[in-house]
């Protein structure tokens, strides 16, 4: 096997930025193959205005990238919640932001990986394709979600996007395919509108999970705030596992949303949530009885 | 203002029979002048040498301003994300948009094909001051409205109790008092069957309450029209659009014109998208295209005008149209989003994203539809190419419609794409028809101007015409066009020079200028006995009938950014 290295080109932020700055293009494929001067010359847009790269940001690394984006690794030193689009349709390669980031982290992302040790605020792997986005702090909003306006399906089509902290409203709201694991706590209308793929939330979850999903997978693993009418429930199983995530207690099923003739499927922790629960589980035993 | 000449330009002017001839305009004080009263000392000289000279483009229907374009936009963020163009100041301000474009966009997209007057077709009365301000802000453009009158009570009441002259007075002063150009049904009488039972009704079917049939009041509204003696009579969308078998709808309508007393020579009846109401067959599956019994009609019915609605195959399209239970159904159809509004006791409207496929077999009938209705009239000056935007596409695309109607090759390019199950029941393959370039400034110029009576001084380029003026980059003389058409759209998506009013506005291309134009109305002359009987007749029913008080309706004319008055002689005897 042939030995191959990967290079590593760390960007620091010359100044703490005031404005949204857009760094769609400081992807692994836009830097594959180019000198450091050419790479120090690629379009960064800074609120409105179209600026460089060496404007912005200090640049350490090889004088060449390897024409393989899959080797190529590019460190935000200094994040920042005003770094916009990092990781922008990107197939290959990793981007690892040593703080936080900021809106439409991972957008329309084709594969590789992107880390953010930080925060990272809404819009994370929205439309993303594959690959991975790994954020250790908070999120916000429409995490692996669509566009505002645009049809259920139109979300996140593939790929994971792990939260080790909490995440805003609307988790995967219109995905199709994919996975969504949040260790901390998630908002209202978790996986509304979505149509495939799972949604796991560790902690508690607010208002209304699944709201309009008509396929696909949610599951809350503590407190739900209110479930929607439009859910009926299945069963309950005693223990499930979902892409290796393990919970070892009790869950109630739930079908829905018939509103959109939907065929989903509600995981609720049955012992995190037993005053709402308890009313659906006399329902379940009494149909049980009389067949 | 400075003086422009244009010169060795291919001049094509239907209206004065100019044919492609080598001619020198002058332009002086924004209106055309002869060539010799030029100064050249001072004048920007123009070489138009090898490119086609036109007037500037009229569009008789397109939905521009309004509040449902305004909820077209809200409730389609969607349209917006990948469509901005930042502004260039002073030149030009940002856009956003493609069917449901923001208020710059509009006038400068025109202006970039080198249109200079476009019709807004359908406005709800009472909401006719949220479309002129609307209008106000549309750039370089000059604009008019027309304003819905086809389930409006108070017509309706006067149509019950057979007061034609008091009608035509009510019309007239509902024309003066919205600021608009001209009379629109939609689907006439439909909104009221549509309140109060939540359905549609037929060319036939006696409307509740009012127990009369959407026929009698396209009669007699007709007639009231010829009365008032407007420069665009009737603008009519018929009954039962969207539905298979509708084409029989649509000549029954065409058929009412024969109850109508004409008064002048000029086209009592303009149907409108008539694509979208040519649909033969008794079901989606089975629908078939009525394109030539429409053609067949019009052909036989010299008094009637027709434009396309023609459908754009795989461009998104945001319908919206005053015909609120069809806009339902079509609702159920697609189960995306949907938004339907009453307004008072005028009219309704729904609005429904939509998207044309190219592999559907309904969307291809509908694309063949409108270009057999076109192509089989063979008439010019009564068949308008328009896509009655945003509904069947964006006018956007107006350059790739025109290349199928002058092209074969374009429109056989255009079907191998297209679901050839569908094709196969439509007769357009075997239309040979080539529009030439003189037939499409007929069609976007000249005939659209006539139908407006605005032809004393748009659509043409003969001295005292308004110096709107669009110069293309393409030499009609080497370019085979039946063949190339593909240089035709470049270089009518992108017009050359535009010279609006007498001033630069487009340049290769691009919006260098940004200035705004007029709005028309009509004011039709009432005689002041009628006058009497319509104010108490006024003040009784909006009393009893509206949540406004009556001066609030009246638009006035500071209202308007710059209005231009049509005075109108009536034939009413009061």
Not at chain 2, 394 to 407: E, G, H, N, T, V
Request: charge should be positive; aromatic fraction near 8%.
């Amino acid at each position: 096997m042939r030995y191959v290295s990967t290079v590593t080109y760390s960007l620091y932020l010359k100044s703490k930025p005031t404005v949204l700055i857009d760094v769609r293009h400081l992807t692994p494929d836009e830097f594959a193959g180019k000198e450091l001067s050419s790479i120090k010359s690629i379009v960064v847009w800074e609120g409105g205005k179209k600026t460089y790269l060496s404007e912005l940001f200090d640049i350490k690394g090889p004088e060449k990238a390897p024409g393989d984006p899959g080797l190529i690794t590019i460190t935000f030193e200094t994040g920042s919640s005003k770094l916009c689009y990092i990781g922008y349709k990107m197939s290959k390669g990793k981007i690892i932001v040593k703080g936080d980031a900021g809106h439409l982290v991972g957008y329309k992302m084709k594969g590789g990986s992107i880390v953010v040790e930080g925060n990272a605020r809404d819009y994370v792997g929205v439309k993303m394709r594959d690959g991975t986005i790994e954020i250790h702090g908070n999120v916000g909003h429409r995490l692996g979600g669509k566009l505002l306006g645009e049809k259920p399906g139109k979300g996140m089509k593939g790929g994971t996007i792990i939260v080790h902290g909490n995440a805003g409203s609307e988790v995967g709201v219109g995905m199709e395919k994919g996975l969504i694991i949040i260790h901390g706590n998630a908002g209202n209308l978790v996986g509304s509108d979505m149509i495939g793929g799972s949604v796991v939330v560790r902690g508690n979850c607010g208002l209304y999970p699944g709201a309009g999903m008509s396929g696909g997978r949610v599951i809350v693993g503590g407190r739900v705030n209110a479930i929607l009418p439009s859910f009926y429930a299945d069963s309950m199983t005693p223990s499930i596992s979902v892409r290796g995530v393990k919970f070892d207690k009790p869950f109630m099923v739930f079908i829905g949303d018939v509103v959109v003739g939907g065929r989903g499927l509600l995981y609720i922790s049955y012992n995190d949530n037993k005053e709402i629960l308890e009313y659906y589980k006399s329902l379940i035993e009494e149909v049980s009885v009389e067949i | 203002m400075s003086e422009i000449l244009i010169k060795n330009g291919f001049v094509y002017d239907p209206i004065n029979g100019i044919n492609g001839e080598i001619l020198d305009i002058g332009v002086k004080d924004g209106k055309i002048v002869d060539p010799s009263q030029i100064d050249l000392s001072k004048a920007l000289v123009i070489d138009a040498k090898g490119k086609i000279v036109m007037p500037g483009g009229i569009d008789i229907h397109s939905h521009i301003a309004g509040p449902k374009v305004n909820i077209g936009r809200l409730m389609r963020p969607e349209d917006h994300y990948l469509t901005n163009k930042p502004h260039k100041l002073p030149y030009r301000r940002a856009e956003t948009g493609l069917t449901v474009p923001n208020v710059f966009r509009i006038g400068y997209d025109y202006a970039r094909m080198g249109y200079t007057l476009v019709v807004e077709p359908a406005t709800p009365p009472i909401k006719t001051r949220h479309t002129h301000e609307e209008l106000n802000d549309i750039p370089i453009i000059d604009k008019a409205a027309f304003v819905l009158v086809d389930s409006n009570w108070l017509a309706l009441d006067l149509i019950i109790e057979g007061l034609r002259e008091l009608l035509a007075a009510y019309l007239a002063w509902l024309l003066y008092t919205t600021k608009t150009f001209a009379l629109k049904l939609v689907d006439p009488g439909s909104d009221v069957t549509w309140v109060l039972r939540g359905r549609g009704v037929d060319v036939d079917e006696q409307i509740p309450v009012y127990n009369i049939t959407p026929r009698d009041i396209v009669r007699e509204i007709g007639n009231a029209s010829q009365l008032l003696n407007l420069p665009h009579k009737m603008h009519i969308h018929c009954n039962r659009l969207g539905y298979p078998g509708n084409y029989l709808t649509t000549l029954k309508t065409i058929g009412v014109i024969k109850d109508i007393l004409r008064v002048s020579e000029t086209p009592v009846l303009h149907v409108t998208h008539v694509q979208f109401t040519g649909y033969k067959g008794d079901s989606w599956a089975t629908l078939e295209s009525g394109g030539e019994d429409i053609a067949g009609a019009v052909k036989a019915n010299p008094y009637v005008t027709l434009d396309l609605g023609q459908v754009i195959l795989g461009r998104p399209a945001t319908t919206m149209t005053a015909d609120a239970p069809f806009e339902y159904v079509l609702y159920h159809l697609t189960r995306w989003k949907w938004a339907n509004a009453d307004t008072e006791v005028e009219t309704a409207a729904g609005i429904v994203p939509y998207k044309y496929k190219k592999r559907s077999y309904v969307n291809t009938i509908q694309w063949a539809i409108g270009l057999e209705v076109a192509l089989l009239t063979g008439d010019p000056w009564r068949v308008i190419p328009t896509t009655d935007h945003p509904n069947a596409g964006p006018f956007k695309d107006y350059p790739i419609m025109f290349s199928w109607l002058i092209s074969k090759k374009a429109r056989e390019d255009m079907m191998k794409e297209v679901n050839q199950r569908a094709l196969k029941k439509t007769t357009l393959p075997s239309i040979d028809v080539e529009f030439s370039l003189y037939d499409i400034a007929i069609m976007t110029r000249a005939a659209p101007a006539k139908l407006l009576g605005l032809d004393r001084f748009k659509g043409h380029l003969g001295v005292g015409a308004d110096a709107d003026i669009a110069i293309y980059d393409l030499n009609p003389r080497e370019v085979d066009l039946s063949r190339d058409y593909e240089k035709f759209i470049k270089a009518f998506k992108r017009a050359w020079l535009v010279i609006k009013s007498g001033e630069i506005v487009v340049k290769e291309g691009e919006v260098v200028k940004t200035i705004y134009g007029s709005t028309y109305y009509v004011e039709p002359e009432i005689p002041s006995e009628l006058k009497r009987d319509l104010d108490s007749f006024l003040k009784k029913k909006f009393k009893e009938y509206y949540s406004i008080t009556l001066d609030s309706l009246l638009i006035r004319e500071y209202e308007l950014r710059r209005a231009v008055k049509i005075p109108i002689t009536t034939r009413i005897k009061g």
